[in-house]
């Protein structure tokens, strides 16, 4: 289960990524290239969004309130983001592919966190893995890194450490807050990640970082100066239940379409419109003369 990546047919690669950064304004007219990332869990909505040309699709570990209903990340287990990621990998041709590592699989000695990052890109085919922390993960970073798997940085609201946090606030409001998560951005940049995930923090500090990094910062919630931005898949279509945050901007509404299709499939079976004559098979017409009603199937 692993995708090599063969250059020159359009794969997103890290080198690629790593090579946003330094990208200047000329090379791509007005605008710099920004990275898009977007969270997928399966193998259809993969299949759109690696379609769509999004960068890097992401296995979160936000499948765990989006898709698997619990009410955090901390009950996501490793067996649940392999199999999650087995299942986009199959899908995904041209954007990399990284896995979040859930909670408690890094929390371990360094030997047995670096088992659980290479099960993802050995069962599940990540190209990357993603790791919440800023400064305490140095250690581990650069291990994986040695291990040859890329890693993903993320810093500012670590949803893995909400019962720390205290709930979903945005980080770096003090100053003393917003010194830390600048030590804890340039921390994983220095163990060897290629790029970071800055997640609800004032934009003014995410520039701040931005600049200094010579890393792709990811933003969410982190203002529109980082280097790409990513938003959870569910949001962006408007398929969350309840609250969502005010950065996660909402494209389409398929909560609305789904639950319109679902109810006039109910409406016409019922009604007996579904399904139509034109919609069911039929007998040849000499089994149909010979075969009474009541003996067909
Ligand atoms: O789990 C997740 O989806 C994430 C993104 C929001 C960055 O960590």
Redesign the pocket.
Known sequence: MSAAPRAGNGKITVPDILSRKSQSLSDFGETKRKITCL?AYDYPTARLLDDAGVDIL?V????GMVVLGYDS?LPVTLDEMVHHTRAVRRATRRALLVA?MPYGSFHVSLDESVRNAVRLVKEGGAEAV?VEGGERRIELIARLVEAEIPVMG?VGLT?QSINALGGFHVQGKSADAARQLERDARAVEVAGAFAV?L?SMPRDLAARITEKLRIPTVG?GAGPDCDGQ?L?FHDLVGLTAGHTPKFARQYANLSAEITRAASEFCGDVRSGRFPSDAESFHSAAELREHLPLSERA
């Open positions: 969270t992401l979160g570990d936000s499948l990340t979040d993603k993320h949803p995930v997640e969410i990513v959870v």
